[in-house]
């Protein structure tokens, strides 16, 4: 990899956003992972974009991946003796396909724990899809932990994942 930038995407970028995102639902799919197999939530990215929450990565100036970085600790995850306010989360992370196996989640993933740190906040953490061991897998190769996993009937996620960052 030679060179990973990592921006703020913008509003009129929604589409761009969505995109990588039915993407990574369509590449899940065709290997038999049930994760992401409904529309993208396009009035939760909206609303993000307009925060600036949502970022873009471009690897050699072309779009490698998304992600959404923020301070929401999902209640129905996260309790409070987790103290939710030590972290940054990251939500609807995406590789495009044109740059897997390129090292472009781990960079954004490393971006992401700098952000939190920058933050003074301790933790990054995520959720990810309770039946994605594979996707568990590599969040553990990329120093995350697992904290527990919590079984809700109307959720695919629930594996939750920390790394600290100082």
């Given at each position: ?53 949502v970022f ?104 939750l994942f ?5």
């Amino acid at each position: 990899m030679t060179d990973l930038r990592i921006r703020p995407a913008r509003a009129d970028e929604l589409d761009v956003v969505e995109g990588l995102l039915i993407e990574a639902s369509g590449w899940l799919a065709s290997r038999g992972i049930d994760q992401w197999q409904f529309p993208p939530h396009r009035d939760r990215i909206t609303r993000a974009l307009s925060r600036g929450e949502v970022f873009l990565a471009f690897l050699d100036n072309e779009l490698a991946g998304t992600l959404q970085l923020d301070e929401y600790a999902d209640p129905e995850f996260w309790e409070p003796e987790d103290e939710p306010e030590k972290a940054l989360y990251i939500h609807r992370m995406a590789v495009s396909r044109s740059a897997a196996g390129q090292g472009v989640g781990a960079k954004m993933l490393d971006w992401a724990a700098q952000r939190a740190a920058q933050s003074g906040r301790p933790l990054l953490r995520l959720d990810a899809w309770k039946t994605n061991s594979e996707l568990q897998r590599y969040y553990a190769e990329q120093g995350f932990g697992l904290v527990r996993v919590v079984d809700l009937p109307h959720r695919g996620s629930g594996a939750l994942f920390q790394r600290r960052v100082f």
